[in-house]
């Protein structure tokens, strides 16, 4: 503690009355008269008093501070639903510390590790690409330590989890650019251990087979970032493989495929279609526009939150798992026919 850090004695001792008398005026409380409350509060306030943190949390047994990993900052997806955990957490009093694994599973390990060294009360994550071992979370369960994933889940132990119907929204997505008449069509891809990469990948696919559109291997590549969809795209007009259609995994993919088409003087959407996945600010900023799903994430953020709060206040006990999906909109652009 710092040597020149207020207490509650502190203001007991200036004011003259017991300390005790101090901490209910700060809570509120009825037996206190209201000209105590106010000389109390009034001297807090003068004094920039603070709550002793630690104090709190050894007396609660709790910290009041929820974890939160994301794969990435950059996506206007994950700020979104940042935004809807710290809403909620601020309502009720927690504090959220963030971390990032930028994709990669040693750094998701850190940072789970990191997490449980400041006792974090409970924690939200969406899964890093290159996570398929989940112990480091597992770890927090084990310990009676809620776990709430969002966007991107597992089924590899029981979990509260927080989605959208990835399939339904990509089968959505699909179907729309076969109806607008685009049947030659390509899927920029997330890696398929992520379970959001199987399932968009599987909505596609149904798609194409319940219109009559033959899948073939060469319908699906594997890039859910900007340059290498770019590549990818760039590679597929060298070589004649125009695609009628594209459905992309997020934004950023899209708008990659989309550079390459305009690099190679192809229209859009005359000729090639283009649908993303999140509909971040830069859906709506490109030429045209795109043709995206909306993920919701403000909701997905909040209903994340509440999730896990209860589970912190209810413990793990009798523990039933929770899966919550959340719905996803298709805002349909110039990007599309």
Do not use: W
């Not at 859906?283 to 912190?312: C, E, F, H, S, V």
Request: proline share 4%.
């Amino acid at each position: 503690m710092r040597s020149n850090q207020v207490t509650i004695k502190d203001i007991a001792r200036r004011l003259g009355i017991s300390p005790s008398t101090v901490s209910r005026a700060l809570k509120d409380h009825p037996d206190i008269s209201t000209d105590t409350k106010k000389a109390v509060t009034q001297l807090a306030r003068e004094l920039n008093y603070q709550p002793n943190a630690i104090a709190l949390s050894l007396k609660h047994s709790r910290s009041f501070t929820i974890g939160v990993i994301i794969p990435e900052t950059v996506h206007y997806f994950f700020s979104s639903v940042i935004s809807g955990i710290e809403d909620v957490a601020y309502e009720a009093g927690y504090n959220i510390m963030i971390c990032q694994s930028n994709e990669m599973y040693d750094r998701e390990v850190s940072n789970a590790q990191m997490l449980y060294s400041n006792r974090v009360d409970g924690l939200l994550v969406s899964l890093a690409k290159q996570t398929e071992n989940f112990d480091h979370l597992k770890f927090f369960q084990d310990n009676n330590i809620p776990v709430v994933f969002f966007d991107r889940g597992t089924n590899a132990f029981s979990s509260d989890q927080v989605l959208i119907n990835d399939y339904k929204a990509a089968y959505k997505a699909t179907k729309y650019l076969i109806d607008r008449g685009h049947k030659k069509l390509v899927h920029l891809a997330a890696p398929q251990n992520l379970l959001i990469g199987k399932k968009r990948y599987q909505g596609f696919i149904d798609a194409l087979k319940e219109n009559k559109i033959k899948p073939l291997y060469t319908n699906m590549y594997l890039a859910d970032q900007f340059d290498m969809a770019q590549n990818v795209v760039g590679r597929l007009v060298q070589d004649g493989n125009i695609p009628e259609g594209i459905f992309a995994v997020n934004d950023l993919t899209a708008l990659g495929a989309m550079k390459a088409l305009k690099n190679a003087n192809i229209s859009i959407p005359q000729q090639t279609g283009i649908v993303g996945f999140g509909n971040g600010q830069n859906a709506t900023l490109t030429d045209p526009p795109l043709t995206t799903i909306d993920q919701n994430g403000y909701i997905m953020g909040t209903t994340a939150a509440k999730t896990l709060l209860k589970r912190i206040s209810g413990g793990m006990e009798n523990f039933e798992p929770e899966k919550h999906i959340i719905d996803t909109e298709l805002i349909v652009r110039a990007s599309t026919l």
